[in-house]
T-cell receptor, first 117, second 113 residues
Framework: AQTVTQSQPEMSVQEAETVTLSCTYDTSESDYYLFWYKQPPSRQMILVIRQEAYKQQNATENRFSVNFQKAAKSFSLKISDSQLGDAAMYFCAYKRASQGGSEKLVFGKGTKLTVNP | NAGVTQTPKFRVLKTGQSMTLLCAQDMNHEYMYWYRQDPGMGLRLIHYSVGEGTTAKGEVPDGYNVSRLKKQNFLLGLESAAPSQTSVYFC????????????FGQGTRLTVV
Protein backbone atom coordinates (compact mmCIF):
# COMPACT_ATOMS: atom_id res chain seq x y z
CA ALA A 1 0.00 0.00 0.00
CA GLN A 2 1.09 3.51 -0.71
CA THR A 3 2.03 5.73 2.20
CA VAL A 4 2.70 9.44 2.47
CA THR A 5 4.88 10.86 5.23
CA GLN A 6 5.11 14.45 6.36
CA SER A 7 7.86 14.54 8.94
CA GLN A 8 7.26 18.10 10.15
CA PRO A 9 4.12 18.34 12.31
CA GLU A 10 4.63 22.10 12.67
CA MET A 11 6.64 24.79 10.92
CA SER A 12 6.88 28.53 11.27
CA VAL A 13 8.10 31.29 8.98
CA GLN A 14 8.43 35.04 9.11
CA GLU A 15 6.24 37.05 6.82
CA ALA A 16 7.95 37.64 3.42
CA GLU A 17 10.40 34.79 4.03
CA THR A 18 10.57 31.40 2.29
CA VAL A 19 9.63 28.08 3.84
CA THR A 20 9.84 24.51 2.59
CA LEU A 21 7.51 21.74 3.70
CA SER A 22 8.69 18.16 3.30
CA CYS A 23 6.84 15.13 1.98
CA THR A 24 8.05 11.65 1.16
CA TYR A 25 6.02 8.78 -0.19
CA ASP A 26 6.35 5.09 -0.72
CA THR A 27 5.08 3.39 -3.84
CA SER A 28 6.02 0.66 -6.28
CA GLU A 29 4.14 2.42 -9.09
CA SER A 30 6.00 4.29 -11.80
CA ASP A 31 3.15 6.55 -12.83
CA TYR A 32 1.29 8.61 -10.27
CA TYR A 33 0.30 12.12 -9.23
CA LEU A 34 1.19 14.19 -6.22
CA PHE A 35 -0.70 17.09 -4.69
CA TRP A 36 -0.41 19.70 -1.98
CA TYR A 37 -3.63 20.79 -0.31
CA LYS A 38 -4.04 23.74 2.04
CA GLN A 39 -6.54 23.69 4.91
CA PRO A 40 -6.99 27.09 6.60
CA PRO A 41 -8.91 27.45 9.88
CA SER A 42 -12.12 27.58 7.84
CA ARG A 43 -11.58 23.82 7.26
CA GLN A 44 -11.93 24.14 3.49
CA MET A 45 -9.51 21.91 1.56
CA ILE A 46 -7.89 23.92 -1.22
CA LEU A 47 -5.74 22.43 -3.95
CA VAL A 48 -2.46 24.35 -4.06
CA ILE A 49 -0.38 22.53 -6.65
CA ARG A 50 -0.11 19.19 -8.42
CA GLN A 51 2.69 17.24 -10.08
CA GLU A 52 2.57 14.45 -12.61
CA ALA A 53 5.28 11.87 -11.97
CA TYR A 54 6.18 11.46 -15.63
CA LYS A 55 7.00 15.14 -15.91
CA GLN A 56 10.52 16.02 -14.82
CA GLN A 57 9.80 19.74 -14.65
CA ASN A 58 8.77 20.92 -11.22
CA ALA A 59 5.32 22.47 -10.99
CA THR A 60 4.92 26.14 -10.07
CA GLU A 61 1.85 28.16 -9.12
CA ASN A 62 2.69 31.79 -8.37
CA ARG A 63 4.51 31.79 -4.98
CA PHE A 64 4.19 28.03 -4.61
CA SER A 65 6.62 25.59 -6.19
CA VAL A 66 7.62 22.00 -5.66
CA ASN A 67 10.86 20.10 -5.66
CA PHE A 68 9.99 16.69 -7.05
CA GLN A 69 12.71 14.08 -6.70
CA LYS A 70 11.27 10.88 -8.16
CA ALA A 71 14.21 8.61 -7.35
CA ALA A 72 14.21 9.78 -3.75
CA LYS A 73 10.37 9.72 -3.62
CA SER A 74 10.37 13.22 -2.27
CA PHE A 75 7.90 16.01 -3.00
CA SER A 76 8.55 19.20 -1.04
CA LEU A 77 6.55 22.43 -1.22
CA LYS A 78 8.29 25.79 -1.23
CA ILE A 79 6.33 28.90 -0.34
CA SER A 80 8.08 32.13 -1.30
CA ASP A 81 7.31 35.58 0.09
CA SER A 82 5.13 34.06 2.81
CA GLN A 83 1.94 35.91 3.66
CA LEU A 84 -0.24 35.83 6.74
CA GLY A 85 -2.93 34.14 4.67
CA ASP A 86 -0.62 31.19 4.05
CA ALA A 87 -1.04 30.09 7.66
CA ALA A 88 -2.82 26.73 7.48
CA MET A 89 -2.47 22.97 7.62
CA TYR A 90 -0.79 21.63 4.51
CA PHE A 91 -1.40 18.11 3.33
CA CYS A 92 0.63 16.16 0.83
CA ALA A 93 -1.38 13.60 -1.16
CA TYR A 94 -0.69 10.80 -3.62
CA LYS A 95 -2.79 9.21 -6.32
CA ARG A 96 -2.02 6.20 -8.49
CA ALA A 97 -2.33 6.87 -12.19
CA SER A 98 -3.54 3.32 -12.81
CA GLN A 99 -6.82 3.86 -10.99
CA GLY A 100 -8.25 5.68 -13.95
CA GLY A 101 -10.22 8.82 -13.45
CA SER A 102 -11.00 8.46 -9.79
CA GLU A 103 -9.19 10.72 -7.37
CA LYS A 104 -8.72 8.28 -4.52
CA LEU A 105 -6.11 10.16 -2.59
CA VAL A 106 -3.71 8.95 0.09
CA PHE A 107 -2.90 11.79 2.45
CA GLY A 108 -0.04 12.54 4.79
CA LYS A 109 -0.77 13.62 8.35
CA GLY A 110 -0.22 17.26 7.60
CA THR A 111 2.09 20.12 8.58
CA LYS A 112 0.77 23.10 10.47
CA LEU A 113 2.32 26.29 9.12
CA THR A 114 2.41 29.43 11.23
CA VAL A 115 3.31 32.76 9.63
CA ASN A 116 4.71 35.34 12.03
CA PRO A 117 4.25 39.05 11.27
CA ASN B 1 -21.55 28.13 -8.43
CA ALA B 2 -21.80 26.35 -5.08
CA GLY B 3 -19.32 23.52 -5.84
CA VAL B 4 -19.59 20.82 -3.17
CA THR B 5 -22.07 21.40 -0.35
CA GLN B 6 -22.32 19.32 2.80
CA THR B 7 -25.28 19.19 5.16
CA PRO B 8 -25.18 19.57 8.15
CA LYS B 9 -22.01 21.40 9.12
CA PHE B 10 -22.14 20.38 12.77
CA ARG B 11 -23.93 17.60 14.62
CA VAL B 12 -23.88 15.97 18.03
CA LEU B 13 -25.16 12.42 18.30
CA LYS B 14 -25.68 10.05 21.16
CA THR B 15 -24.11 6.62 20.98
CA GLY B 16 -26.37 4.28 19.05
CA GLN B 17 -28.23 6.99 17.14
CA SER B 18 -28.28 7.05 13.38
CA MET B 19 -27.85 9.88 10.95
CA THR B 20 -27.22 10.67 7.30
CA LEU B 21 -24.76 13.21 5.94
CA LEU B 22 -25.70 14.70 2.61
CA CYS B 23 -23.26 15.81 -0.06
CA ALA B 24 -24.38 17.66 -3.17
CA GLN B 25 -22.26 18.83 -6.10
CA ASP B 26 -23.31 21.00 -8.99
CA MET B 27 -20.30 20.45 -11.26
CA ASN B 28 -21.63 17.34 -13.03
CA HIS B 29 -18.74 15.29 -11.63
CA GLU B 30 -18.79 11.54 -12.08
CA TYR B 31 -16.74 10.68 -9.01
CA MET B 32 -17.59 11.38 -5.39
CA TYR B 33 -15.85 10.51 -2.13
CA TRP B 34 -16.28 10.55 1.63
CA TYR B 35 -13.22 11.10 3.83
CA ARG B 36 -12.82 11.42 7.55
CA GLN B 37 -10.22 13.62 9.22
CA ASP B 38 -8.95 12.87 12.68
CA PRO B 39 -6.29 14.79 14.61
CA GLY B 40 -2.82 13.68 13.61
CA MET B 41 -4.21 11.25 11.02
CA GLY B 42 -4.73 13.27 7.89
CA LEU B 43 -7.71 12.35 5.70
CA ARG B 44 -8.73 8.76 5.15
CA LEU B 45 -11.09 7.49 2.48
CA ILE B 46 -14.30 5.89 3.78
CA HIS B 47 -16.28 5.13 0.60
CA TYR B 48 -16.37 6.42 -2.93
CA SER B 49 -18.50 6.29 -6.06
CA VAL B 50 -17.43 6.20 -9.70
CA GLY B 51 -20.88 7.07 -11.01
CA GLU B 52 -24.60 7.15 -10.31
CA GLY B 53 -25.75 3.91 -8.72
CA THR B 54 -22.24 2.72 -7.82
CA THR B 55 -20.36 2.66 -4.53
CA ALA B 56 -17.11 1.12 -3.32
CA LYS B 57 -15.22 0.74 -0.06
CA GLY B 58 -12.25 2.86 0.80
CA GLU B 59 -9.65 2.52 3.53
CA VAL B 60 -11.94 2.77 6.59
CA PRO B 61 -15.49 1.69 5.57
CA ASP B 62 -16.61 -0.15 8.71
CA GLY B 63 -19.62 1.37 10.44
CA TYR B 64 -20.67 3.44 7.43
CA ASN B 65 -22.95 2.97 4.46
CA VAL B 66 -23.33 5.11 1.36
CA SER B 67 -25.72 5.60 -1.53
CA ARG B 68 -25.51 7.43 -4.86
CA LEU B 69 -29.04 7.39 -6.23
CA LYS B 70 -28.53 10.63 -8.13
CA LYS B 71 -25.37 11.76 -9.85
CA GLN B 72 -25.21 15.00 -7.90
CA ASN B 73 -25.75 13.49 -4.44
CA PHE B 74 -23.69 11.16 -2.27
CA LEU B 75 -25.07 10.16 1.13
CA LEU B 76 -23.07 8.84 4.06
CA GLY B 77 -25.00 6.96 6.73
CA LEU B 78 -24.13 5.95 10.25
CA GLU B 79 -26.58 3.28 11.42
CA SER B 80 -25.44 3.10 15.04
CA ALA B 81 -23.03 5.86 15.93
CA ALA B 82 -20.04 5.13 18.15
CA PRO B 83 -17.67 7.55 19.91
CA SER B 84 -14.90 6.33 17.57
CA GLN B 85 -16.82 7.97 14.74
CA THR B 86 -16.30 11.40 16.22
CA SER B 87 -14.49 13.15 13.41
CA VAL B 88 -14.66 15.76 10.69
CA TYR B 89 -16.19 14.34 7.53
CA PHE B 90 -15.36 15.66 4.09
CA CYS B 91 -17.14 15.02 0.86
CA UNK B 92 -15.28 15.53 -2.41
CA UNK B 93 -15.98 15.20 -6.09
CA UNK B 94 -13.89 15.00 -9.25
CA UNK B 95 -14.43 15.12 -12.96
CA UNK B 96 -12.64 11.88 -13.70
CA UNK B 97 -10.40 13.17 -16.45
CA UNK B 98 -6.72 13.27 -15.66
CA UNK B 99 -5.40 14.14 -12.24
CA UNK B 100 -6.89 17.54 -11.64
CA UNK B 101 -7.43 16.93 -7.96
CA UNK B 102 -10.69 16.65 -6.12
CA UNK B 103 -12.96 19.48 -5.00
CA PHE B 104 -13.89 19.34 -1.34
CA GLY B 105 -16.89 20.44 0.68
CA GLN B 106 -16.49 22.45 3.86
CA GLY B 107 -16.71 19.46 6.14
CA THR B 108 -19.10 18.22 8.83
CA ARG B 109 -17.93 18.12 12.41
CA LEU B 110 -19.62 15.15 14.07
CA THR B 111 -19.38 14.45 17.79
CA VAL B 112 -20.69 11.19 19.22
CA VAL B 113 -21.20 11.26 22.98
Amino acid sequence: AQTVTQSQPEMSVQEAETVTLSCTYDTSESDYYLFWYKQPPSRQMILVIRQEAYKQQNATENRFSVNFQKAAKSFSLKISDSQLGDAAMYFCAYKRASQGGSEKLVFGKGTKLTVNP
Amino acid sequence: NAGVTQTPKFRVLKTGQSMTLLCAQDMNHEYMYWYRQDPGMGLRLIHYSVGEGTTAKGEVPDGYNVSRLKKQNFLLGLESAAPSQTSVYFCASSLGQGARGAFFGQGTRLTVV
